[in-house]
C-alpha cells in the first residue's frame, strides 16, 4: 500500500515523462492538464444529471443529423471553454461543430491543434451506462496565425498525444503521447487523478468481441463471416469468443484494453462508410490500440494512415487485440478480395 504522499498525479507523472524526452517543452503538458480540467467538469455535470433534471434532448441535432442531448453541448462548451484560450492551440475541431473552431483573435496561437468528441455514447446518459470524452492533439502543419482545416486533417500516424475520459463507476482518463498508454482514476475527494493503470497492454489473446449484431444482416459476406468465427464457426483460425457490447465505444473500448477483446463498427447498408468518425473516435482509439500493442484498421487499411478528407468523415472500425483485428482482416480478403 502507498502512503497518500507517495502517490502520482496525472500532473507529476506527465512531467517525469517529459523529462525522459528531451524534446518535450512542458506545453504538451500543459495541453493533457487542460483537458483533465474539462474532464473533471464535465464528470461533475454528468455526476448530477439525474439530480438536476437536465436529461433529454435539447431539440438540436448535431451534424450527423442526431439529435443533441443537453449534456453533449454542455460538454462540447467546456471542452472549448478549458482549451481556446490557453495560447497552447491555433484551432479546434468537436464532433458537435461542423466548422473548424478558431481561437479568440485576442489570443496568440499555439503550436498544436486539439479534435475532441466531447460526450461520446451519449444515449448512454439517459440509463446511467459509461460514457467518455475523447481527444486526440496533433503539431499543427501551417507556420503561425490562426490554424488551417489543414492542420486538422492529418492523418493519425502524426498524433502527438490521444486519449479518452470514462465516466463510469470511477472516471478515469486513459491517455498515450507515443511511449505507452497510462490511466489515471479520479479521486473525487481530492479532486486529482491518480495514476492507477501504468503502461496499459492489451492482451496478446481476446476472450471477447463488442459489436452491434443487429446490423447482421446488413453487413458484407465477409464481416458475416469474420463474426461467425468469432462465434466458433472457424475452430481451425479461431477461438471462439464471449460476446459483450455496451453501445458506447470508449466503455467498450476500455473494457477490451482491459479484459482482452476486439471491438467492431463495420459498415452496412445503413452506414455505407461505417458510423464512427475518422477523426474524433478511429483515429485517437487506433492510436491507444497500437501504443498498447494492439492493432486497429478498417478492414483493409492501417486506421492511423488513413488521410482524412473532411473533418467529419466516418470510416469503418476494427481495434483491439492484434490477432483478432488480423482475423478480420484476412477474413475480408479470403472472402470479398483485395479492393
Ligand atoms: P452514440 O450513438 O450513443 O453516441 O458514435 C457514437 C456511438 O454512440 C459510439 O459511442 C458507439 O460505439 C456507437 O455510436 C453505437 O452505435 P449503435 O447504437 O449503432 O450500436
Redo the contacts with the bound molecule.
Keep these: 500500500m502507498l502512503h497518500p504522499t507517495q502517490v502520482t498525479t496525472l500532473e507529476r507523472y506527465i512531467l517525469d515523462q517529459e523529462r525522459i524526452h528531451p524534446e518535450a517543452t512542458g506545453e504538451l503538458t500543459n495541453l493533457l492538464y487542460d483537458v483533465a480540467l474539462a474532464a473533471k467538469l464535465i464528470a461533475a455535470q454528468i455526476r448530477r444529471a439525474g439530480l438536476v433534471n437536465i436529461l433529454g434532448t435539447a431539440g438540436a441535432t448535431n451534424v450527423q443529423g442526431?439529435e443533441q442531448q443537453k449534456l453533449d453541448v454542455w460538454a462540447n462548451e467546456t471542452m472549448k471553454n478549458a482549451l481556446n484560450r490557453t495560447g497552447r492551440i491555433c484551432a479546434m475541431a468537436s464532433e458537435e461543430d461542423e466548422e473548424l473552431i478558431p481561437v479568440p483573435d485576442d489570443v496568440v496561437p499555439g503550436k498544436y491543434v486539439v479534435l475532441f468528441d466531447p460526450l461520446?455514447?451519449?444515449?448512454?446518459i439517459d440509463v446511467n451506462a459509461a460514457v467518455g470524452t475523447i481527444f486526440s492533439i496533433y503539431k499543427r502543419l501551417s507556420s503561425d496565425g490562426h490554424g488551417t482545416l489543414a492542420d486538422l486533417l492529418q492523418p493519425g500516424h502524426q498524433q502527438v498525444a490521444a486519449g479518452y475520459v470514462i465516466y463510469g463507476s470511477s472516471v478515469m482518463m486513459v491517455y498515450s503521447a507515443g511511449h505507452g498508454v497510462h490511466g489515471f482514476t479520479l479521486d473525487p475527494t481530492i479532486g486529482e487523478f491518480l495514476l492507477s493503470n501504468p503502461m496499459m497492454q492489451m492482451p496478446r489473446t481476446a476472450h471477447y468481441y463488442s459489436v452491434?449484431e443487429s446490423n447482421f444482416q446488413r453487413w458484407s459476406k465477409g464481416v458475416q463471416a469474420a463474426v461467425r468465427g468469432f462465434k466458433g464457426e472457424d475452430p481451425e483460425r479461431m477461438r471462439p469468443k464471449n460476446s459483450r457490447y455496451i453501445?458506447?465505444?470508449?466503455a467498450?473500448f476500455h473494457r477490451n484494453l482491459i479484459k482482452g477483446g476486439i471491438f467492431l463498427?463495420p459498415a452496412d447498408t445503413k452506414n455505407p462508410r461505417g458510423?464512427?468518425r475518422l477523426l474524433y473516435?478511429c483515429a485517437p482509439m487506433a492510436f491507444l490500440a497500437e501504443a498498447a500493442g494492439g492493432a486497429a484498421t478498417d478492414g483493409r487499411n492501417r486506421i492511423l494512415d488513413l488521410v482524412p478528407g473532411a473533418l467529419h468523415e466516418r470510416v469503418p472500425l476494427v481495434v483491439g487485440c492484434a490477432r483478432g483485428v488480423d482475423y478480420v482482416r484476412t477474413t475480408l480478403e479470403a472472402v470479398e478480395g483485395m479492393a
Design positions: 442526431e461520446d455514447g451519449s444515449s448512454n452491434n453501445g458506447s465505444l470508449v467498450d463498427y458510423k464512427l473516435e
